[in-house]
């Protein structure tokens, strides 16, 4: 299996603040990687596709980048909003598997 | 709009049957463009992949759980379920549905989600 793993485990932030979150796969993933946000006590919503794309209705001060086995997720001004947990998946090898997430804190 | 919706039993005794059904809203479940998928998380923990099904009724499964799993579709309901045997408290965990493109396994689009606790 392809392990994703995620760094930080955890981060504290400040509204306003620009943040990026990495993801690391075991082996190459080409960009077939995608982020999403969970809050708690509600399923993920996808906020990035194919490492980079945008999904539908998703800020633009989300944005995604890497290729191959690093990828980062930058926020570039937190809102109050954005504070949850976000876990990045790989999409290029079954079992398609999650990294262990980034839980983002209000500093 | 696209919406899931899971529905089944939240108390599933140890070494019984987990069933789990999940309905699509808003479009057609026969749609060739997208595998239907089910995913898991155990409390406080990540997420897992279990398999998905795509409305032909080829199914692929998450060689973990593939002894146990099987995942089925009607596409007359517009509904594809889950079937997980011999559970363990291991078992235990929020079960999502959720629609991935076949080019590209993302998943856009998720039910809320249905717990389940495995206990005698």
């Known amino acids: 299996d392809i392990q994703m793993t995620q760094s930080p485990p955890s981060l504290s932030a400040s509204v306003g603040d620009r943040v990026t979150l990495t993801c690391r796969a075991s082996?190459?993933?080409?960009?077939?990687l995608s982020w999403y946000q969970q809050k708690s006590g509600t399923a993920p919503k996808l906020l990035i596709y194919s490492a980079s794309t945008l999904q539908s209705g998703v800020p633009s001060r989300f944005s995604g980048s890497g290729s191959g086995t690093d990828f980062t997720l930058t926020i570039s001004s937190l809102q109050p909003e954005d504070f949850a947990t976000y876990y990045c998946q790989q999409g290029y090898m079954a079992p398609y598997t999650f990294g262990q997430g980034t839980k983002l804190e209000i500093k | 709009q696209v919406q899931l919706q899971e529905s089944g039993p939240e108390l599933v005794k140890p070494s019984q049957t987990l069933s789990l059904t999940c309905t699509f809203s808003?479009?057609?479940?026969?749609?060739?463009?997208?595998?239907w998928n089910w995913i898991r998380q155990p409390p406080g923990k990540g997420l897992e992949w279990i398999g998905y099904?795509?409305?032909?009724?080829?199914?692929f499964y998450n060689p973990s759980l593939e002894s146990r799993v099987a995942i089925s579709v009607d596409t007359s309901k517009n509904q594809f379920s889950l079937r997980l045997t011999s559970v363990t408290a291991a078992d235990t965990a929020i079960y999502f549905c959720a629609r991935s493109m076949v080019y590209s396994m993302y998943f856009d689009s998720w039910g809320q989600g249905t717990p389940v606790t495995v206990s005698s």
């Open positions: 099904i795509y409305y032909s009724g080829n199914s």
């Open positions: 808003g479009g057609s479940i026969s749609n060739g463009d997208f595998y």
């Open positions: 082996q190459t993933i080409s960009n077939y």
